[in-house]
């Protein structure tokens, strides 16, 4: 008997392809730009608020949590605005136009050092920390959705969201090598790694121009280069609409439950400069850190397109995640029970990196694929709603993460003056290797009754191709006759 499932899959592999190598790259390297500055942020704010402006860390932590939360209202009028458009150059490319420039501005704004003090300087936080998120939001809900237009092809899809993914991974780390390059360049800095200082005013403000300039730039390839060739409809949706069409996606609806309780896994970015510095020393030394989970987190994303040819999304995500928490748990025992010789701590966090790849993708492959699921259903894409839930999601979850993460700072009595105790040491690690494995077991929880997989994916992009095509034919017929 023949093996549907194997013909299916060819029959989507053999289908036309639509991206060049230029898209592809424009694309990818314009997320790893946006990224570059949201990692920066992640990594420096906190930190550059505490050392510089001589903020406390609980009360950052929890400020930072209420400013990601009000920031994330945003998002559905930005999803609305999205699928209520019917420009020439698309839907989504004209939101990433408006928003580069508020965001070159914010960004280097909140790492400029003011003279405010007590209450007046946590309400300068919270309002220049919002303006941030607003401009963010307008970059990151359309970048985001980009992904489900650039091919109707689903291998396609799968590979270039893979790859974008890959570099905006990359991108969220990047920081922690170019801060510590400009700290050798800029006079009278921390000088990098030699000196052991902590990073200075004048190091961040400069840091903050080079990557906002940097990061904005390459964002810009998205609106020079990418095309959107999935077609549409501007679609006018009522806030209430909008909740009923994220309520009755229900691919979208299990990935977004995933990522909630999938928040934890984020801490690292959150406290990785005061992970460094308490575990190794050396604020600038969160590079080895960073490269050290990134490395592992390469390698699982170069490998994530065979193991969902393999196996499936489904699959791949669940068996992924148990692996990161068992990995969790090793390099846990090992620090805290055993050695904190750094080779070894390294080692073990290789291992618990490899989670990572797969895990940060997956969701975002779950959410292009449901805004096909949605047309399917209904004949309506609904890019903007389905990613501006996305980001909403995403938002809090970085703030939860980051929340938790600072409080745990303070528990531990996190000093970046001081040489860190070996029980601030502990409670650190414990932050930075064990959360990540525990919350990575929680996001399994709805991904077992995800089952847009396998046969049933491939049937629903079939008939959607068959759809858009008779469209297509239509269109042709009605402007002949036109024009007759």
Request: aromatic share 12%.
């Amino acid at each position: 008997m023949e093996n549907t499932d194997n013909k299916n899959h060819s029959d989507v592999g053999a289908m036309k392809k639509y991206l060049t190598i230029k898209d592809i790259f424009a694309y990818s390297f314009a997320l790893f730009g946006f990224q570059l500055i949201v990692g920066y942020l992640n990594s420096y704010q906190a930190e550059f608020y505490a050392h510089i402006m001589k903020a406390d860390f609980a009360i950052i932590g929890v400020l930072l949590l209420i400013v990601k939360s009000i920031s994330a209202i945003f998002d559905p009028f930005i999803g609305n605005l999205i699928d209520r458009t019917n420009s020439k150059s698309g839907k989504l490319k004209p939101f990433i136009l408006y928003s580069v420039v508020p965001l070159l501005i914010f960004t280097i704004i909140i790492f400029i050092e003011v003279p405010f003090s007590n209450a007046v300087l946590y309400i300068y936080i919270f309002i220049t920390f919002l303006l941030w998120n607003m401009s963010m939001t307008l970059g990151d809900v359309p970048s985001q959705a980009l992904a489900s237009v650039l091919t109707p092809n689903p291998t396609e899809k799968t590979n270039v969201i893979s790859l974008a993914n890959t570099l905006k991974s990359i991108g969220l780390v990047a920081c922690v090598v170019i801060v510590p390059i400009i700290c050798l360049i800029v006079p009278g800095g921390s000088l990098g790694f030699e000196a052991g200082e902590p990073i200075s005013s004048n190091e961040y403000r400069t840091s903050s121009i080079v990557i906002a300039i940097l990061g904005c730039g390459l964002f810009m390839l998205i609106y020079v280069f990418s095309k959107e060739r999935v077609p549409y409809k501007a679609v006018r949706m009522t806030f209430k609409d909008m909740f009923s069409s994220i309520k009755g996606n229900k691919p979208l609806m299990l990935a977004l439950i995933s990522c909630f309780l999938g928040f934890g896994r984020q801490i690292q970015t959150a406290i990785g400069i005061q992970s460094a510095n308490a575990l190794i020393g050396n604020q600038n030394l969160v590079i080895v850190l960073g490269i050290t989970a990134g490395v592992g987190a390469l390698i699982s994303m170069s490998i994530m397109p065979v193991l969902i040819k393999k196996f499936d999304e489904k699959k791949v995500y669940i068996g992924v995640s148990i692996y990161g928490f068992a990995a969790s748990i090793l390099s846990t025992l090992v620090y805290v029970f055993w050695t904190q010789n750094l080779f070894v701590t390294l080692a073990t966090l290789f291992l618990v990196g490899l989670q990572f790849g797969v895990v940060n993708i997956l969701p975002m492959i779950m959410v292009a694929d449901s805004v096909d699921y949605y047309e399917y259903k209904t004949g309506k894409r609904t890019e903007g709603t389905a990613y501006a839930a996305l980001s909403l999601t995403i938002k809090v979850t970085l703030a939860l993460s980051g929340a938790l993460g600072l409080i745990m700072l303070s528990v531990a009595k996190y000093d970046a003056a001081a040489v860190a105790s070996d029980s601030t040491k502990n409670l650190i690690f414990i932050s930075y290797s064990l959360f990540p494995g525990i919350f990575s077991l929680l996001s399994i929880i709805p991904i077992l009754k995800y089952d847009y997989v396998g046969k049933k994916k491939i049937e629903i992009t079939d008939e959607l191709q068959k759809r858009r095509n008779k469209n297509e034919e239509t269109i042709t017929v009605d402007s002949n006759n036109s024009e007759i």
